[in-house]
């Protein structure tokens, strides 16, 4: 069953039960804008037949769609609950933040007309040799936000964990001009002039050395540059000190385990070392996931400066909005295949949730059976 179908199951499970009150975390993160209509449409019924819904999401269209009343909690604190009739985005916005925040994501147009990567007929199986992505071709220029969308499952990790050299290859070539990067090491991959960030999905499994601070990851990145046996942690300090006050990092100290901290400054952590590593190709699983308001749109506009130095951008994401206003384009995955890639000046969510779907494919093959 796909993860859409599964979460019916659950609500479906509920109501045999007769439940009085649904709790819903973040229930829309792996449907499709359509199966969000369906979903909404269920707990509306669910509501006139005298069912309590709460349901917790950071998606402010959602909020407003949904809801009779909405709670704000800032810091662990609940500082207001307003109807929803009476409110709009821009006041929960700034009730979630403490202050006034634009809610416009900046769009910078580009002149860079050079492709970074290339990916040619690229197939990858996870762990348990299972196919994750099959037969995946595209480009990624400089100077480009390229989104990847897809309902969760579909292999946009493997398709990040492929490209950043973490997950072996079965078949087909990545091109950093002409040269086939597949099977290379770090180090070969640097030397043939690849910059390469990756932030993945599991933060601390993945990305930073849980038990350190913010020092010593820092250095995990930059501790083989420069000449001699020594690191260089007087260096190391400053920048940490530096992205503590520009993302506005929550933390008791630089030296403070990252596994202490909450999961939206972990993310700051992780997308601010990445980036002073100044690379040319930077690929970011969900990079606003847990993140508040501010701190999201900090991180949109720290994407757009490295897309303005010229950085081809991979930015696999969940929200459909966001992915229209800051990607160049779109290219949509369904189990494990590209349904399409599109420019975002003329897409529009259904037409992303049908590809997500891959709704004209099945009917195509049902033409055809």
């Known amino acids: 069953m796909s993860v859409s179908e599964k979460q019916t199951v659950e609500i479906l499970k509920v109501l045999y039960r007769k439940a009085d009150i649904l709790i819903l975390d973040e229930p829309t993160a792996v449907l499709t804008p359509q199966e969000t209509s369906r979903l909404f449409e269920i707990l509306r019924r669910m509501k006139q037949e005298g069912c309590a819904v709460i349901i917790i999401t950071h998606k402010l269209n959602e909020v407003l769609e949904i809801s009779d009343r909405v709670t704000i909690l800032r810091k662990g604190e609940s500082v207001a609950t307003v109807n929803t009739a009476d409110t709009n985005a821009q006041e929960l916005t700034e009730l979630m933040v403490g202050r006034p925040v634009e809610l416009s994501i900046e769009h910078p147009e580009t002149d860079f007309k050079e492709n970074l990567l290339e990916i040619h007929h690229l197939t990858a199986a996870n762990e348990e040799g299972v196919e994750m992505i099959k037969d995946i071709s595209f480009d990624l220029n400089r100077g480009e936000i390229l989104g990847v969308a897809g309902v969760a499952g579909s292999g946009q990790k493997e398709l990040c964990e492929a490209i950043a050299g973490l997950l072996p290859v079965k078949k087909g070539a990545i091109l950093y001009h002409d040269e086939n990067i597949v099977g290379k090491t770090p180090n070969e991959i640097i030397k043939i002039g690849i910059s390469m960030s990756f932030i993945p999905e ?159 494919g099945q009917e195509r093959r049902g033409r055809h059976a």
């Open 202 to 360: 599991d933060r601390l499994g993945m990305g930073l050395a849980a038990s350190m601070g913010m020092v010593d990851n820092m250095l995990l990145k930059k501790y083989n540059e420069g000449k001699g046996p020594f690191v260089r942690k007087k260096e190391a300090r400053e920048t940490a000190k530096r992205l503590v006050k520009e993302l506005e990092i929550v933390t008791p100290g630089v030296d403070t385990p990252v596994r202490r901290l909450s999961g939206g400054n972990v993310q700051k952590v992780l997308l601010g070392r990445e980036i002073e590593s100044e690379p040319n190709v930077l690929i970011t699983a969900y990079a606003v996931r847990g993140l508040d308001i501010n701190s999201s749109y900090t991180i949109y506009n720290a994407l757009n400066e490295q897309k303005k130095k010229g950085v081809g951008i991979l930015f696999i994401g969940e929200d459909l909005d966001v992915m229209l206003e800051l990607c160049d384009r779109i290219m949509v995955l369904c189990h494990g295949r590209v349904t399409g890639i599109i420019d975002t000046k003329s897409a529009t969510k259904e037409q992303i949730g049908l590809l997500m779907t891959d709704a004209k």
